[in-house]
Structures are given as structure tokens and as C-alpha cells.
């Protein structure tokens, strides 16, 4: 399986980008990088995920580099509601069988 | 739109006894997940389902079990819980072709 990298806290001002990076050297070629966030203890909830290409959606965008060992998320206009953990996973698959598995995230702290 | 649901939601029980968890989703996902988030940590893969009667440990399998005879349903059983299985608990599902996840709102188990 994948091993994902994330720093282990970030802090980010009101109104200004995150950018939330991600390591995963070991990935294959068809799995998938999905972005999950955490706030307090409540379910992790679905953010954005993708294969090769750089996505975008209304909540961020992910950025994942050409040879496809990195990633970073992206939270254009930061609020404090966004301060959770952010979680990034790569989708693995044995035998035809998918799984995620979650890393140590990043505790992401929007300041006001 | 109850999506999945776990319970009990809060569940203190003693050393030795048998738990189990439930976990129903209403949307006919082939694929379930149990995780544990222990306090401060990341989430740990328990077990996992891609079908009906299909299971696969997951990292930390060891002194649990589970079953799935129908679809909606996934069930996580403690045998003869330890303190070190208090935690909380996720139960998730996804579609066919290991899609986004969606998460539960998480059952906290004490075990004293």
C-alpha cells in the first residue's frame, strides 16, 4: 500500500490560500489521491480526489505533480471554519479490491 | 436521505465483555469500511467489505470480527473487549469501483 507524508500542522491566516502538501512516492500508476478533512470528531468528509490530472472543484483544488509523487490541496480563501484536519489517502486496490488508507494528517489552524 | 448509520452512538462496556457495533447504509454501497481513531491520532483500517460475504483485514484486524450476509449492513464485533480497544469507531461505504467514501458519525466505545 501507498504511504502518504503530510506535515504534521500548518496555520494559515483568514482569507489567504492553504496550501496543504502531500508525499506520496511510492504510488502506482492507477491509484487514485483523495483529500478527506476532519473537523473536531465528527466523520471525515469527502473533499476532492484525482488520478493525474489537477482538479478543481467549489470546496479546493488539488495539484498533483507530473510524476505524480505529490500533491498539494488547495483552499483559495481560507476561513476559520476550515480549521480541521486534513487528511490525504491514496486509494489502494489488491486483487481487483479497493481500500483507503488514512495517514497522521495535517492540523490545519486558520487564524483570524 | 439516512445515508449510514452506526449504534450505538455511545457505548461504555467492561473488560471481557462482547460488543458489537452496527452500521447500516441505505444507499446499496457494495463497499464498507470499520475504522478506530484512538484520541489525537489518524484513523486506522479495521476491516473491510467490497460485496456481500466478501471481508478483508484491514491494518489492525486482531480482536475483532466481523460479518456482512447483506449488503446494508456491517456489523464490528469486539469477542472479549480490552481497554485498548476504547476508541471511536467509523463505519464507511462506498460504491462500486471504490468511489468517494462516506463516513458515519462514529460510535465512542469505553471499555473499563
Known amino acids: 500500500d501507498a504511504k502518504t507524508t503530510q506535515p504534521t500542522s500548518m496555520d494559515c491566516a483568514e482569507g489567504r490560500a492553504a496550501n496543504l502538501p502531500c508525499n506520496h512516492s511510492?504510488?502506482?500508476?492507477?491509484?487514485?489521491v483523495y483529500w478527506y478533512r476532519q473537523i473536531h470528531s465528527q466523520g471525515p468528509q469527502y473533499i476532492i480526489h484525482?488520478?493525474?490530472n489537477n482538479e478543481t472543484n467549489e470546496m479546493a483544488s488539488l495539484i498533483i505533480t507530473e510524476d505524480r509523487k505529490s500533491s498539494t490541496l488547495i483552499l483559495p480563501h481560507a476561513t476559520l471554519r476550515d480549521t480541521a484536519v486534513y487528511y490525504c489517502?491514496?486509494?489502494?486496490?489488491?486483487?481487483?479490491?479497493?481500500?483507503?488508507?488514512f495517514g497522521t494528517g495535517t492540523r490545519l489552524k486558520v487564524l483570524a | 436521505d439516512a445515508g449510514i448509520t452506526q449504534s450505538p452512538r455511545y457505548k461504555i462496556t467492561e473488560t471481557g465483555r462482547q460488543v458489537t457495533l452496527m452500521c447500516h447504509q441505505t444507499?446499496?454501497?457494495?463497499?464498507m469500511f470499520w475504522y478506530r481513531q484512538d484520541l489525537g491520532h489518524g484513523l486506522r483500517l479495521i476491516y473491510y467489505?467490497?460485496?456481500?460475504?466478501?471481508?478483508d483485514k484491514g491494518e489492525v484486524p486482531d480482536g475483532y470480527v466481523v460479518s456482512r450476509s447483506k449488503t446494508e449492513n456491517f456489523p464490528l464485533t469486539l469477542e472479549s473487549a480490552t481497554r485498548s480497544q476504547t476508541s471511536v469507531y467509523f463505519c464507511?461505504?462506498?460504491?462500486?469501483?471504490?468511489?468517494?467514501?462516506?463516513f458515519g458519525e462514529g460510535s465512542w466505545l469505553t471499555v473499563v
Open positions: 464507511a461505504s462506498s460504491g462500486q469501483g471504490g468511489n468517494t467514501i462516506y
Open positions: 511510492t504510488i502506482s500508476g492507477n491509484e487514485y
Open positions: 484525482g488520478l493525474k
Open positions: 489517502i491514496v486509494r489502494s486496490s489488491t486483487s481487483g479490491t479497493y481500500k483507503y488508507i
Open positions: 444507499w446499496s454501497h457494495s463497499y
Open positions: 467489505s467490497a460485496a456481500a460475504d466478501i471481508t
